[in-house]
């Protein structure tokens, strides 16, 4: 039988929500534990729980103090954590299309001259990443992305942007990324996807899970304008694929 796990720590979060928190750093063990513990808590709904939040290292918990209180929550939670992790399921895998470079990426030729390479090697390597998403967070549809080839890891930006544009595909740290809405950031802008991630209107409202794996492929400037102008009127262009 496999061993139980180490006990996480149990962090108090205002008076109606605990951080269940598995590493203090960012880790694919630790991600694993936390989508594990999240699964088992909608597969088995503990009363007084109201909602979970993934993250790369810890399971926000919301739950209802009239109904529950802190330390019996923990309770609760705690023989749940420390479960031997279960079998690797199927994940859904997603194949997203990329438009690399120029007015897309500003700053892959900056990244390229920084890393010692050239904007083909980068695009080369960042397409040929097999990620998960670890989270969604920040804006609605933001994935955050684990796997990024370590050739590519870099600071962030000294200077962060007030805006940047909707569908960027970015890289910051360790982490690669797809930001579904206008936003600031501080990561390095590869390249844009006509991909939406997150679309009011559309079913599903939300397109990637935590969990599921992406790749990317490049595209040309006429490719993105046809998939950008499908994808506006609510269609899924990515493409799932088998894992």
């Keep these: 039988m496999a061993a139980t796990l180490p006990p996480p720590r149990l962090l ?49 918990v919301h739950y209802d103090p009239g109904k529950i209180g802190f330390d019996a929550l923990g309770e609760k939670i705690l023989p749940i954590a420390t479960r031997p992790l279960p079998p690797v399921t199927k994940a859904r895998r997603w194949r997203i299309p990329v438009a690399y470079g120029g007015e897309y990426g500003i700053d892959l030729e900056d990244v390229a001259k920084t890393l010692g390479t050239t904007p083909d090697d980068i695009v ?3 397409s040929g990443g097999d ?15 684990s796997g ?12 962060p942007r007030l805006l940047t544009p909707s569908g960027t595909i970015s890289i910051g740290g360790v982490q690669a990324g797809i930001q579904c ?12 996807t006509p991909v939406r991630t997150y679309q009011l209107h559309r079913n599903p409202t939300f397109l990637t899970e935590p969990g599921d794996r992406v ?28 894992a």
């Excluded at 990620?131 to 992305?145: C, D, E, N, Q, R």
């Excluded at 809405?181 to 844009?192: D, E, I, M």
Aim: charge should be negative; proline fraction near 4%.
């Design 12 to 60: 108090p979060s205002g008076d109606s929500a605990v951080t269940v928190e598995f590493s203090r750093t960012i880790d694919d063990d630790a991600n694993q534990r936390v989508l594990a513990l999240d699964k088992a808590l909608a597969a088995a709904p503990i009363d007084g729980i109201t909602e979970t939040v993934p993250t790369y290292r810890s399971l926000l």
């Design 124 to 126: 080369i390597r960042h």
């Design 131 to 145: 990620y998960k998403v670890a989270m969604i967070g920040f804006t609605p549809g933001w994935s955050y992305l």
């Design 148 to 159: 990024l080839d370590k050739f590519l890891h870099m600071s962030r930006r000294q200077s």
């Design 181 to 192: 809405l206008a936003a600031p950031s501080g990561w390095h802008l590869l390249g844009r």
């Design 215 to 242: 790749t990317f492929y490049a595209i040309d400037d006429k490719t993105f304008e046809d998939m950008d102008r499908a994808a506006e009127a609510g269609e899924i262009v990515a493409e799932q694929v088998d």
